[in-house]
């Protein structure tokens, strides 16, 4: 009999696990290491870990599917907001989650230098489901995670059309919890 409960009790915990990595990150977990290629950043055109770069600095990452005027007005804020607190080395990159990273490098360095993007590199990674582990959700076009100590700290999903300029304003004032 205990062992029949044992064994129900090990198939249960290994249907959380496996449901806790299919979810994704969740307030106050590690944030794991993921390669990304660099489009705009000092390391352009090579394939690196911002996440392990930037290790315990306060970070902001913006994965998004599509590089809309909304998304581009975020990221412009949040370059300001890493000028602004370099005394606290603030960081950011954005994930372009494609299938054709080729194609989206032509648009991103356009966009970078368009917008006078220096403070966040522009980043592709092949795909669109994003690193493992992190769950980014299918119907989310962008999701923005902030972390600082490699901890979780903001995460906040936008389906197609609801990063507007009310919820850039409240993300850009969100960076406050990375820097206290």
């Known amino acids: 009999m205990k062992l029949t409960h044992l064994s129900c009790l090990a198939v249960l915990a290994v249907a959380g696990l496996a449901l806790a990595a299919e979810k994704g990150l969740s307030i106050g977990d590690a944030v794991p290491p993921f390669n990304v290629r660099d489009i705009t950043g000092p390391n352009k055109g090579d394939t690196l870990c911002y996440r392990c770069q930037y290790s315990s600095r306060p970070v902001v990452t913006i994965f998004t599917r599509n590089v809309d005027a909304n998304v581009v007005s975020l990221v412009k804020k949040i370059d300001a907001q890493v000028e602004k607190n370099a005394d606290q080395k603030m960081a950011s990159f954005v994930v372009l ?82 820097l206290e």
């Open 97 to 178: 989650l494609t299938d054709d990273a080729d194609k989206a490098e032509t648009k991103l360095t356009e966009i970078a230098k368009k917008e006078s993007i220096k403070n966040v590199p522009l980043t592709v990674i092949e795909g669109d489901a994003g690193p493992e582990g992190y769950g980014i959700e299918q119907n989310a076009e962008t999701t923005v995670m902030m972390w600082v100590e490699g901890k979780l700290k903001v995460r906040e999903e936008f389906s197609k059309g609801k990063l507007d300029k009310k919820a850039v304003d409240k993300l850009a004032g969100e960076t406050k919890q990375i």
